[in-house]
C-alpha cells in the first residue's frame, strides 16, 4: 500500500516542485515590493522588523530558486524548512493579536481570526511540502 501511494504521490513530485519555487520566488519579491505590509506582522519582540522582512524576502527568493536547480534541491528545501520555522512566530503573532495590515486592499486588512488561525497548521503543511524534496528524487 504503501508504494502505491508513493508512486501516485511521485508522478506530482516534479512538477509541484516548479509551483513550489515559483510561489516562494514571487513571495520573496513581494517583501521588497511592499515591505512595510510584512513589517506589520513581525513579531514587536523582534530586532529590526524591516532588515528581518529583507533577509526573509532574499531568503524565499534564493531557496525557492534552490529548489528548481537539481544540484542544489536538497539543501534549498532544508533551508525552506528551517525558515518556515523562523517566520511561525509572525503566524503567531497574527493569530493572537487583532493586526489591521495597512498598505493592503481593504478586504485584506483585517484577516479574521478564522484565517489567521487556519494559516498555522497551514504552515505545516507547506513545511511537509519543503521536506518532500529534501528525500532523495525516488523517494515521496
Do not use: C
Not at 511561525?88 to 497574527?94: C, K, L, Q, W
Amino acid at each position: 500500500m504503501r508504494d502505491v501511494v508513493r508512486n501516485r504521490l511521485g508522478r506530482y513530485k516534479r512538477p509541484l516542485r516548479y509551483v513550489m519555487g515559483v510561489l516562494y520566488v514571487v513571495a520573496g519579491a513581494m517583501h521588497f515590493v511592499v515591505p512595510q505590509v510584512y513589517v506589520q506582522v513581525v513579531p514587536p519582540s523582534l530586532p529590526r522588523p524591516l532588515a528581518l522582512v529583507y533577509l526573509s524576502g532574499i531568503a524565499e527568493i534564493l531557496l525557492g530558486l534552490g529548489v528548481l536547480v537539481p544540484r542544489t534541491r536538497r539543501i534549498a528545501a532544508w533551508g525552506l524548512v528551517l525558515l518556515l520555522l523562523a517566520v511561525f512566530p509572525a503566524n503567531v503573532y497574527m493569530a493572537t493579536h487583532d493586526v489591521v495590515l495597512e498598505g493592503v486592499p481593504e478586504w485584506a486588512s483585517e484577516p479574521s481570526d478564522a484565517a489567521t488561525w487556519a494559516r498555522l497548521p497551514f504552515q505545516g503543511v507547506l513545511l511537509l511540502w519543503a521536506w518532500w524534496y529534501t528525500r532523495p528524487d525516488g523517494t515521496a
